[in-house]
Nanobody, 114 residues
Framework: QVQLVESGGGLVQPGGSLRLSCVAS????????VGWYRQAPGTQRELVAS??????HYGNSVKGRFTISRDGAKNTMTLQMNSLKPEDTAVYYC?????????WGQGTQVTVSS
């Protein structure tokens, strides 16, 4: 079972930036798909950004503000979040898929508030 360790969450003011990282216990390029999801209280978990088969996809609410990337040397994927809004407040989870096996990180809280 792959291990995923997230970091980088915290409290930021509206308009600010945060960078989330997710370190995998094996090569980040060994997975069929990688991505970030988020879940706010009382809502369903939603896709934020993903990379699969070389294609990058972003949720409509974060397009133009968030960027997903991978670093093979560090077995890491990152989510750069700019122009943050209060509605971006949620627990963010990294996710990887290899064949039919899906693994999740433990989640990191992002709070956007003045």
């Amino acid at each position: 079972q792959v291990q995923l360790v997230e970091s980088g969450g915290g409290l930021v003011q509206p308009g600010g930036s945060l960078r989330l990282s997710c370190v995998a216990s094996e090569s980040i390029f060994s997975f069929d798909a990688v991505g970030w999801y988020r879940q706010a209280p009382g809502t369903q978990r939603e896709l934020v950004a993903s990379i699969a088969s070389g294609d990058t996809h972003y949720g409509n609410s974060v397009k133009g503000r968030f960027t997903i990337s991978r670093d093979g040397a560090k077995n890491t994927m990152t989510l750069q979040m700019n122009s943050l809004k209060p509605e971006d407040t949620a627990v963010y989870y990294c996710n990887v898929r290899k064949f039919l096996t899906v693994s999740w990180g433990q989640g990191t809280q992002v709070t956007v508030s003045s």
